[in-house]
């Protein structure tokens, strides 16, 4: 079955960076675009960046573009997110998603909180 876990939540200043990782199995991680979402408490989850299956095209909210990237491993099945300039804005909790054969699959979220 189609399985995603994400990693790298925790905590940073603001102005800090790091790095998500979210591990696929359970279907062709490499013929499927990828995206990452996010959850802030009493917020709707929102789209934060999008990857095409090869890597080649990637969008970013308005929010984090220029502050964040999006990338992929297609040989190790790994998506990833390197945030950048991390702002308090920006706590949440982070999810990967693919949507394989017309299904949303979800990971369990990692926690990214920016403080002082």
């Known amino acids: 079955q189609v399985q995603l876990v994400e990693s790298g939540g925790g905590l940073v200043q603001p102005g800090g960076s790091l790095r998500l990782s979210c591990v696929a199995s359970?279907?062709?991680?490499?013929?499927?675009?990828m995206t990452w979402y996010r959850q802030a408490p009493g917020k709707k989850r929102e789209w934060v960046a999008g990857?095409?299956?090869?890597?080649?095209?990637?969008n970013y909210a308005d929010s984090v573009k220029g502050r964040f990237t999006i990338f992929r491993d297609n040989a190790k099945n790994t998506l990833y997110l390197q945030m950048s300039s991390l702002k308090p804005e920006d706590m949440a909790v982070y999810y990967c998603?693919?949507?394989?054969?017309?299904?949303?699959?979800w990971g369990q979220g990692t926690q990214v909180t920016v403080s002082s």
């Open positions: 998603k693919a949507r394989v054969n017309n299904a949303d699959y």
């Open positions: 359970g279907f062709a991680f490499k013929i499927y675009g």
């Open positions: 990857i095409s299956s090869d890597g080649g095209n990637t």
